[in-house]
């Protein structure tokens, strides 16, 4: 053997440390929202109290956003619970959740990342600071998060990435480099993802019905006017989502709405709401409707399952006897979840980001 290679050899192995400086850094990718419960009966009040007691949410005194909590869980938990019951007790968000994040990272691994997959939620287990937990126990050097929506709110990805901040602060130990997505919204990749999943919707769905009676109904993330008249971005992201897809589909064929959460009487909300706007679908005279959430959710939930699959279909029949109308066919659309190309996407995204690239805030500062 070359005497140079034997050395070099010989200098690898009383020292390891060379070859481990020499490895590709570990990445995360962390995935967060509010999330969601699989037992209802013993979750619901603590993921209520934990949402309306969260100072971002609700921006109010302590004992005042704990007695609007207390009032809420008096108010909804009856209607929850039916909501839960509905779709057989529990949303599976959180497996749905996992099943996603560890697509994502596969991905990335199969493009030379050392990649690891975490979920963290806000209001329920395993929480962002469990998720980051685990990273860290993982010795991640290079940490990137993501909101499980398109677009930025204050009380969306903003509380995950607080949640984030808090935990690096409370850690310093852990020399970890962290950024967020903050929003794709308006990445024309994803709108090419809207289209082609509403695209095969209206042709596998709707064989026998012309093209020109067919109408895409868009339900989305309700927000506080509050929040909106301070500039937050939200509202203004998804509208231009919905404008480009009227502009694609066609003004009379598109409608939206807002899933709003006003069960809070002092509080305005984004208007149209759900109900509105699909009293205007009935009355547009569409004979088939495609129910797609997927501007403001990517993963199935309790929204998704019971307001969309159970709650919204039956507004529309119940409309169109009250107004004398057939009743439309409506067909609903499952969420991204982990679908091929959405993955893609996302480790697209994520690649990206490793790079300095994209909607991004540095979670370090």
């Known amino acids: 053997m070359n005497s140079n290679l034997l050395f070099a050899c010989f200098l690898l192995a009383l020292s390891p440390s060379v070859a481990k400086a020499n490895q590709p850094d570990r990445v995360g990718v962390l995935f967060g929202s509010f999330g969601d419960i699989d037992q209802p009966e013993t979750e619901l009040q603590g993921f209520l109290r934990n949402t309306l007691t969260d100072p ?4 109010l005194h302590p004992w005042l956003s704990a007695s609007i909590a207390d009032l809420g869980w008096y108010i909804e938990r009856r209607g929850l619970l039916e909501e839960y019951a509905a779709i057989g007790g529990r949303s599976g968000m959180r497996q749905r959740s996992a099943v996603q994040a560890e697509a994502v990272a596969e991905a990335l691994r199969a493009e030379g990342y050392d990649a690891k997959s975490y979920v963290g939620f806000t209001m329920t287990q395993p929480f962002v600071k469990d998720a980051l937990a ?26 995950v990435f607080r949640h984030v901040r808090e935990y690096l602060a409370a850690h310093p130990e852990w ?14 990749r994803f709108l090419d993802l809207l289209t082609k999943r509403i695209d ?20 989305m993330h309700g927000l506080v006017n509050r929040l ?66 997927l501007v403001s959710f990517t993963v199935d939930s309790l929204e998704t399952l019971y307001d969309h699959q159970i709650d919204e279909p039956n507004r529309i029949a119940d409309e169109a006897k009250r107004l004398g109308k057939p009743a439309p066919k ?21 690649i990206e980001a490793l790079g300095g690239r994209g909607d991004l805030e540095n979670l370090r500062q």
């Open 56 to 59: 971002d949410v609700l921006p």
């Open 134 to 159: 685990r990273a860290q126990a993982d010795q991640v050097k290079r940490l990137v998060v993501g909101y499980q929506g398109a677009q930025y709110s204050k009380v969306t990805a903003q509380i």
């Open 175 to 188: 020399q970890v480099d962290v950024v967020g997505i903050r929003s794709f919204s308006d990445d024309r």
């Open 200 to 219: 095969s919707g209206l042709s596998n769905s709707f064989p026998n019905i012309d093209t020109k009676k067919l109408c895409v109904f868009l339900p």
């Open 228 to 293: 909106v008249k301070e500039g937050d971005p939200y509202v203004p992201q998804v509208l231009r989502n919905v404008e480009a897809l009227k502009e694609y589909y066609g003004a009379d064929r598109v409608h939206f709405g807002f899933q709003n959460h006003d069960e809070i009487p002092f509080l305005g909300w984004t208007r149209p709401n759900t109900d509105d706007a699909l009293t205007q679908v009935v009355q547009s005279g569409c004979s088939g409707v495609l129910i797609n959430g």
């Open 330 to 350: 409506v067909v609903v659309q499952s969420m991204f979840n982990a679908d091929a190309d959405f993955v893609a996407l996302m480790g697209e995204l994520i």
